[in-house]
């Protein structure tokens, strides 16, 4: 019987240069970038940090938001701990929003999303900024979209309160409790993410508008805004409409007093009125 031999362990696969991904996440309510490192960025501009251990590249947002390119996961947890202290708020780890996105380069083929891989022509670092920008904006728009989910949906009790009994009742006052974390929500999708804005990147590569905004349009990045800034704008109105309704019933428990205090005044008058016609010399 021949002699068997074990068979030579097969290395495994390298990895292929020409794919790779990108992974976004959405660290806390912001991230003061001037103290994690110098850089030469103009206004809201992310900062770009290169990762020579792991030959990754990590893009970095002011309002929370962090992505990384060729970043293995230790690589991408060793600069979490590094940048973790300049972190404003930060979510605790099952609050992070994740958006993971698979990136194939292809010199001959259109640059264009097909399903969750996005084909580039080349890994140009202005092309990742982008890819970055939108990536990071998703994040910023899933994170807003399911805190304001909750909120949205103590509008039905209070809907069906007003229909059933004419008032606002409690769930008026927990509506307007939120009313103030609502129109925080919009200020930092608007002002923050800026997520309706153009990068000013393409200040400087006009010819990767075209890219952006088919990125832009296949994240549906507008859309979402839409949808949020209404859910946004029906709490606001809800939360106004049970204000109103506060005052109002504040108003007539007033003008109710009012009333008494002047019935009870008739009735004391009355009441002297009749006690004086038992006085001596009463008429």
Excluded: C
């Amino acid at each position: 019987m021949p002699e068997s031999h074990p068979s030579p362990a097969v290395p495994p696969p390298a990895p292929d240069p020409a794919a790779f991904q990108a992974r976004a996440l959405l660290l806390g309510q912001g991230i003061d970038l001037a103290a994690v490192g110098a850089t030469d960025r103009t206004g809201a501009a992310p900062l770009i940090l290169a990762l020579p251990e792991a030959a990754g590249l990590a893009v970095l947002f002011r309002y929370g938001a962090a992505v990384f390119f060729r970043t293995p996961p230790a690589a991408i947890a060793a600069t979490l701990r590094r940048i973790d202290p300049h972190v404003r708020q930060p979510f605790a780890a099952h609050e992070q929003e994740t958006e993971l996105l698979d990136i194939r380069l292809d010199a001959l083929g259109k640059e264009a999303l097909e399903g969750n891989t996005l084909v580039l022509a080349d890994a140009a670092p202005e092309k990742l900024q982008l890819v970055a920008d939108i990536l990071a904006k998703s994040v910023s728009l899933a994170h807003h979209e399911r805190s304001i989910e909750r909120q949205f949906e103590r509008i039905e009790p209070f809907a069906v309160n007003l229909d059933h009994w004419g008032r606002g009742g409690r769930a008026a006052r927990e509506l307007l409790q939120h009313l103030g974390t609502a129109l925080l929500a919009e200020h930092r999708v608007v002002a923050g993410a800026r997520v309706d804005d153009s990068p000013e990147l393409l200040w400087d590569h006009p010819e990767l508008e075209r890219l952006w905004a088919r990125l832009r349009d296949e994240f549906e990045i507008r859309e979402r805004f839409a949808a949020l800034h209404g859910k946004l704008t029906l709490i606001s109105r809800t939360a106004e409409t049970a204000l109103d309704l506060m005052q109002n019933r504040r108003a007539l428990r007033v003008e109710w007093a009012i009333v008494g205090l002047i019935v009870f005044e008739i009735v004391i008058t009355l009441v002297q009125w009749w006690l004086a016609g038992f006085r001596p010399g009463g008429v």
